[in-house]
């Protein structure tokens, strides 16, 4: 067991001080409290951690604690958990890795090389736009007759339906 103690359930209005004060009681000692903020509004997350003197003391504390009143809610008191390895979004040893994880190569525009390699920007370079087929289909595609939409209409406009105005290319 260890001293480190998980503190969930916390209403968004609780402060160092009064978690300091009730994790206090009965003689135990508080080393430190630290209360999660969200990183982009700077707001309580609802939950903290709080760190004990002795182990001896975090059990009492998950003894007297869990379940009981703080403020408008229910405390949930336990030991606390070892960060798992890779930090946030890293891999975890409990879950496979899934598609979208880290790709061999490095980071953005990962050419194989090892981590972040310089990429050689021959052929290969990814082309937006009417060059980003692949050769063969694009030779395809211009060989290829245009298709008209629709079948042949009575009026002789080659199956096209609209305004006149806009087939003078035809004439």
């Not at 903290?48 to 003197?53: G, S």
Request: charged share 35%.
């Amino acid at each position: 067991m260890g001293k480190r103690l998980y503190v969930g359930n916390l209403p968004y209005d609780a402060d160092e001080a009064a978690l300091r004060e009730v994790f206090g009681q009965d003689g135990r000692v508080v080393e430190r409290v630290h209360i999660v903020l969200d990183r982009e509004t700077q707001r309580p997350r609802g939950f903290a951690f709080v760190e004990m003197a002795t182990d001896d003391q975090a059990r009492q504390a998950i003894a007297k604690l869990e379940g009981t009143m703080f403020g408008t809610r229910n405390l949930r008191v336990t030991e606390a958990e070892e960060r798992r390895p890779g930090g946030p979004g890293g891999a975890r040893p409990d879950r496979p890795m899934s598609s979208s994880g880290p790709r061999p190569g490095g980071g953005f525009g990962g050419g194989g090389g090892g981590g972040g390699a310089p990429r050689s920007y021959g052929d290969e370079r990814n082309r937006f736009g009417p060059d980003a087929r692949p050769k063969h289909e694009q030779q395809q595609r211009r060989a290829a007759p245009k298709r008209r939409l629709g079948g042949e209409s009575s009026e002789g406009d080659g199956g096209r339906r609209g305004n006149s105005r806009f087939d003078d290319d035809e004439e």
